[in-house]
């Protein structure tokens, strides 16, 4: 989310209080993991985490709780994935997200690729199901979205899906990257506003909101229903959103 990672520490000589002025080549050579391998670990990483505790509290949750228990793991987990890893890839960790930033002007069109795929294979890597009883896993299809189960429901959910991703990707591109606006509180706001979203949404699609949390949990489980509901809906947000912004 945020428009600058943090400093990269390879232009410090080792042991001593000068600061090297490489060339531009030597320092290309001298950063080149800073700049594109650890941007790609990290959302590797934050996005299996993220997807683990979320789809953890689905497959976990009581009937009492109704959706306030998946609603407060997935704000509280993205918001701290955000807060501690976002100074080093930007803490997209959602496709949809990385496409609104590119297109606001918060992330290199070079870039979008790369943080777009690793949080699909974080997501592929994220399966409760060695911690979950095998009953209760399946019970929850996995945490996969079983929400829309006819076509008449399709319609609906599509524009749910574009309406809480647009909250969440605007909440993104105004807190933590346009200039104007962005704050220290934007992972807090980020985790709010799914939190927001799946309480509001959760019934009518599932709140989604990121095409990589539904990609990992269909694969294991191997349901693949109304799947494409979850690419479709929060990609058209984040268009909506670079065009509102821009």
């Not at 985490?49 to 704000?75: K, M, W, Y």
């Not at 346009?178 to 309480?199: E, H, M, R, W, Y």
């Not at 949390?213 to 984040?238: C, E, K, Q, T």
Request: charge should be negative.
């Amino acid at each position: 989310m945020f428009t600058e990672a943090a400093a990269p520490m390879c232009d410090l000589e080792s042991g001593s209080v000068k600061v090297k002025e490489p060339s531009n080549r030597g320092r290309w050579h001298g950063c080149w993991y800073e700049r594109l391998v650890q941007p790609c670990l990290v959302e590797l990483l934050g996005s299996a985490l993220f997807i683990f505790i979320g789809c953890l509290s689905v497959i976990e949750n009581g009937p009492d709780t109704g959706r306030l228990q998946p609603a407060l793991a997935h704000g509280l987990a993205l918001g701290l994935v955000i807060a501690t890893l976002g100074n080093i890839s930007g803490g997209h960790f959602n496709p949809a997200v990385s496409l609104a930033a590119m297109l606001v002007g918060g992330l290199k069109l070079t870039m979008l690729s790369q943080l777009s795929l690793h949080p699909h294979c974080g997501a592929d890597h994220c399966s409760p199901q060695v911690v979950s009883p095998e009953e209760r896993f399946w019970n929850a299809t996995g945490a996969a979205f079983v929400t829309v189960q006819e076509s008449e429901q399709v319609a609906g959910a599509v524009v749910a899906e574009i309406i809480l991703t647009t909250l969440l990707a605007l909440t993104v591109c105004m807190g933590a990257i346009n200039q104007k606006t962005l704050g220290p509180l934007a992972p807090l706001c980020i985790g709010f506003s799914v939190t927001v979203d799946i309480l509001a949404g959760g019934a009518v699609s599932g709140a989604c909101m990121n095409p990589a949390r539904a990609f990992g949990p269909a694969m294991v489980a191997n349901h693949w229903d109304y799947h494409w509901i979850y690419w479709l809906g929060p990609l058209l947000a984040s268009l909506l959103v670079g065009v509102l912004i821009r």
